[in-house]
């Protein structure tokens, strides 16, 4: 990667205002705005997720979407019935409709298109990034956008292997920016609760803690044809081979192969992402470590690994059926299976629990949930909507709810149990402190991934 210095926000020109009395950011010539300033925020990736949480952007009165970066024009297949539109021009339409029908202007063209995320984070006038490419991106971009002073939302899981993710947030912090990691648990009641409920003591002392993360590969509502595993002689028109090339990018070149490179199931290869133990392990993982106050630490080890791991040449390589336990230094113990509910289940004494997952806190007994902290305990953050504290956290200074350190521990969690799986160990022993595995040198070989030049990061450790 050619080595971008960080700048700080210049003077923005041409911007396009919401309303006479906005500004935008990058025009106050520093990096935290005033409360009468607009926010510049650009878009990398437009699929799944972003079609999502687009609109708490839209919809915010301090912002203001300006672009787009999509290496794919329009295509299909996003979401997870596979009925939506995704890529570069989706987005700029909706964007451009959306501030239309607000500004009552029918002609506003004001969100620009680019298929090269370095093209669009050159602009002096773009403050912010919503950073949800594939996983495999996530840490390359959220550096390259730190280096320019961009503040940045970035989707989980926040990288795909354990030095990536450190490079990140020590990016992050050098350049100062804001970060926010897109593990909006974080930002629900129920998993405030059950984590002020723990570390507050009200299941006396913690027995265990049972982690569900659901298994298999999952189809998206897909036609056969798009599930094959020939690869086609050209990749898709709305790619063509110069996008799909940047759509691979640090990953190793190789031809498009439906099942593995339309929406999503690239999740399922460990080119990619890191399975359902990154994707659902980046949310459950960082509500344990929450609820055991270990934002800046994590476990000492990750035992009795179990799985179907299948053969690393497989077109879907991650496990579809695991189980393992995470091991804190104090003894807590995270028993973690795909046979489990989706969800946490924190175990006490005397018969006291609780489980959360979206949309439902059960307690044993049930009178738990009524009762009431005192203003001496524990009171964790109450976020409310996740992008909003993002937005907030830039004009503030304050950290958000999931910072980039937040979301590094916890996600390497999941990499840890997927290097233990890859090397088919029933146990490894790991140092938070240092960040590296306990004399194991084949382990530590994968704290690191090869990067396909001309992508590289000066600042991974090898």
Same mark, same amino acid.
């Given at each position: 990667?050619t080595k971008v210095s960080?700048?700080?926000?210049?003077?923005?020109?041409?911007?396009?205002?919401?309303?006479?009395?906005?500004?935008?950011?990058?025009?106050?010539?520093?990096?935290?705005?005033?409360?009468?300033?607009?926010?510049?925020?650009?878009?990398?990736?437009?699929?799944?997720?972003?079609?999502?949480?687009?609109?708490?952007?839209?919809?915010?009165?301090?912002?203001?979407?300006?672009?787009?970066?999509?290496?794919?024009?329009?295509?299909?297949?996003?979401?997870?019935?596979?009925?939506?539109?995704?890529?570069?021009?989706?987005?700029?339409?909706?964007?451009n409709e959306f501030y239309?029908?607000?500004?009552?202007?029918?002609?506003?063209?004001?969100?620009?298109?680019?298929?090269?995320?370095?093209?669009?984070?050159?602009?002096?006038?773009?403050?912010?990034?919503?950073?949800?490419?594939?996983?495999?991106?996530?840490?390359?971009?959220?550096?390259?956008?730190?280096?320019?002073?961009?503040?940045?939302?970035?989707?989980?899981?926040?990288?795909?292997?354990?030095?990536?993710?450190?490079?990140?947030?020590?990016?992050?912090?050098?350049?100062?920016?804001?970060?926010?990691?897109?593990?909006?648990?974080?930002?629900?009641?129920?998993?405030?609760?059950?984590?002020?409920?723990?570390?507050?003591?009200?299941?006396?002392?913690l027995q265990k803690i049972?982690?569900?993360?659901?298994?298999?590969?999952?189809?998206?509502?897909? !036609?056969?044809? *798009?599930?094959?595993? /020939?690869?086609?002689?050209?990749?898709? =028109?709305?790619?063509? @081979?110069? $996008?799909?090339?940047?759509?691979?990018?640090?990953?190793?070149?190789?031809?498009?192969?439906?099942?593995?490179?339309?929406?999503?199931?690239?999740?399922?290869?460990?080119?990619?992402?890191?399975?359902?133990?990154?994707?659902?392990?980046?949310?459950?993982?960082?509500?344990?470590?929450?609820?055991?106050?270990?934002?800046?630490?994590?476990?000492?080890?990750?035992?009795?690994?179990?799985?179907?791991?299948? !053969?690393?040449? *497989?077109?879907?390589? /991650?496990?579809?059926?695991?189980?393992? =336990?995470?091991?804190? @230094?104090? $003894?807590?113990?995270?028993?973690?299976?795909?046979?489990?509910?989706?969800?946490?289940?924190?175990?006490?004494?005397?018969?006291?629990?609780?489980?959360?997952?979206?949309?439902?806190?059960?307690?044993?007994?049930?009178?738990?949930?009524?009762?009431?902290?005192?203003?001496?305990?524990?009171?964790?953050?109450?976020?409310?909507?996740?992008?909003?504290?993002?937005?907030?956290?830039?004009?503030?200074?304050?950290?958000?709810?999931?910072?980039?350190?937040?979301?590094?521990?916890?996600?390497?969690?999941?990499?840890? @149990?997927?290097?233990?799986?890859?090397?088919?160990?029933?146990?490894?022993?790991?140092?938070?402190?240092?960040?590296?595995?306990?004399?194991?040198?084949?382990?530590?070989?994968?704290?690191?991934?090869?990067?396909?030049?001309?992508?590289?990061?000066?600042?991974?450790?090898?």
């Amino acid at each position: 990667m050619t080595k971008v210095s960080r700048r700080n926000f210049l003077a923005g020109a041409g911007a396009l205002a919401v309303a006479p009395a906005i500004i935008p950011v990058s025009a106050l010539g520093k990096a935290r705005p005033a409360p009468s300033a607009r926010l510049n925020v650009g878009f990398i990736g437009y699929g799944t997720m972003a079609y999502d949480n687009i609109g708490n952007f839209l919809n915010n009165e301090h912002v203001q979407v300006v672009s787009v970066a999509d290496c794919n024009k329009e295509s299909g297949f996003y979401g997870y019935k596979s009925e939506r539109l995704g890529g570069r021009e989706p987005c700029r339409r909706r964007v451009n409709e959306f501030y239309a029908k607000k500004l009552n202007k029918s002609d506003y063209s004001g969100c620009n298109a680019y298929a090269d995320f370095r093209e669009m984070l050159d602009k002096d006038d773009l403050d912010a990034v919503v950073i949800s490419t594939p996983d495999h991106w996530h840490v390359i971009q959220g550096i390259w956008a730190a280096r320019k002073g961009k503040h940045i939302y970035g989707q989980k899981p926040m990288s795909v292997c354990i030095a990536e993710g450190r490079a990140l947030a020590d990016e992050v912090k050098k350049a100062g920016v804001t970060f926010q990691v897109g593990s909006q648990q974080r930002s629900d009641n129920y998993f405030r609760m059950a984590c002020e409920f723990v570390r507050n003591g009200r299941l006396g002392k913690l027995q265990k803690i049972e982690v569900g993360l659901p298994g298999g590969y999952c189809r998206f509502s897909r !036609a056969e044809e *798009q599930w094959s595993q /020939t690869p086609l002689a050209q990749p898709p =028109e709305s790619f063509g @081979a110069a $996008g799909f090339d940047m759509w691979l990018g640090p990953a190793r070149k190789r031809p498009f192969i439906p099942a593995l490179h339309y929406p999503m199931t690239w999740r399922n290869n460990l080119d990619y992402s890191g399975g359902m133990i990154t994707d659902w392990g980046a949310h459950h993982f960082d509500i344990v470590q929450w609820a055991l106050g270990k934002d800046d630490s994590g476990p000492v080890a990750v035992e009795n690994l179990k799985s179907d791991m299948p !053969a690393p040449d *497989q077109i879907f390589n /991650t496990a579809a059926n695991y189980s393992f =336990e995470v091991v804190y @230094a104090e $003894g807590t113990r995270v028993f973690v299976s795909n046979s489990f509910p989706n969800g946490i289940r924190f175990v006490g004494e005397n018969g006291k629990e609780i489980f959360v997952t979206r949309g439902k806190l059960v307690t044993k007994p049930e009178e738990l949930v009524r009762e009431k902290l005192a203003d001496n305990e524990v009171h964790l953050i109450k976020s409310g909507q996740h992008e909003k504290n993002f937005i907030d956290s830039v004009y503030s200074g304050e950290p958000t709810i999931t910072t980039c350190e937040i979301g590094h521990r916890s996600i390497t969690i999941s990499h840890l @149990a997927n290097i233990g799986l890859r090397l088919g160990r029933a146990k490894v022993q790991w140092n938070p402190k240092a960040e590296r595995f306990v004399n194991d040198p084949d382990a530590d070989k994968l704290i690191a991934r090869g990067l396909r030049s001309p992508w590289a990061l000066e600042t991974v450790r090898s």
